[in-house]
């Protein structure tokens, strides 16, 4: 059974500093790896999709690299802003077609003035 | 852009009440999920849909059904309602090999 998990639970910056967040997962046997975002009381905003065949995506600020043979990827910001404070989720497709997600528990992230 | 609308932000029930979620989805997607969302258990997949009047189990079924008469409207069925089901319920739709789109949610409280 696919298990997601997030490293760190909870992660605090100032503004303007790169980060990365960490999501590691137990079945490399994945169709895709999608990373969201989730502001306080809202659903989920999907942020970027890396394929199986895939190594990395970019989005702006925004990069997600997927090594499916260690079960890591890792979402890297760019000067980080106030706005970017929210929970990230990464999530395992474990199956093509369908995309049936498991999710990670989420890193909260807090970016500070 | 994709809009996933959920009927109610907040709803209040009994337990024991048969509960009715309703999600409707505008860009044809063949897709559609149920999640429940728990602090410290995440997001867990309760029922998903990939074609009308198709339906699979997900992670946590009991307790739950679903149903899909139209493409659009995916719905969520508590037969009979327990305090243990309080939780924030998200929709979710999309098509094969690309992102989910979710909704804003309903907050779910069982009295």
């Known amino acids: 059974k696919q298990e997601v998990t997030q490293i760190p639970a909870a992660l605090s910056v100032p503004e303007g500093e790169n980060l990365v967040l960490n999501c590691s997962f137990t079945?490399?046997?994945?169709?895709?790896l999608q990373w969201f975002r989730q502001d306080p009381g809202k659903g989920l905003t999907s942020l970027l999709l890396i394929q199986s065949s895939q190594r990395e995506q970019t989005s702006g600020r925004l990069n997600a690299s997927l090594d499916k043979s260690s079960g890591r990827s890792t979402l890297y910001i760019a000067a980080s802003q106030p706005g970017d404070s929210a929970t990230y989720l990464c999530?395992?497709?474990?199956?093509?077609?369908?995309?049936?997600?498991?999710f990670g528990k989420g890193t909260k992230l807090t970016v500070n003035p | 852009d994709v809009k996933v609308t959920q009927s109610s932000r907040y709803l209040v029930k009994r337990t024991g009440e048969k509960v009715f979620l309703e999600c409707v989805q505008d860009?044809?997607?063949?897709?559609m999920f149920w999640y429940r969302q728990d602090p410290g258990l995440g997001l867990r997949l309760i029922y998903f849909s990939y074609d009308v009047k198709m339906k699979e189990k997900g992670d946590i079924p009991e307790g739950y059904s679903v149903s899909r008469e139209k493409k659009e409207r995916f719905s969520l069925i508590l037969e009979s309602a327990s305090t243990n089901q309080t939780s924030m319920y998200l929709c979710a739709s999309g098509r094969a090999y690309q992102p989910q789109h979710f909704g804003d949610g309903t907050r779910l409280s069982i009295l």
């Open positions: 079945d490399s046997a994945i169709y895709n």
């Open positions: 999530a395992a497709g474990s199956r093509g077609g369908s995309e049936k997600l498991v």
């Open positions: 860009m044809d997607h063949e897709n």
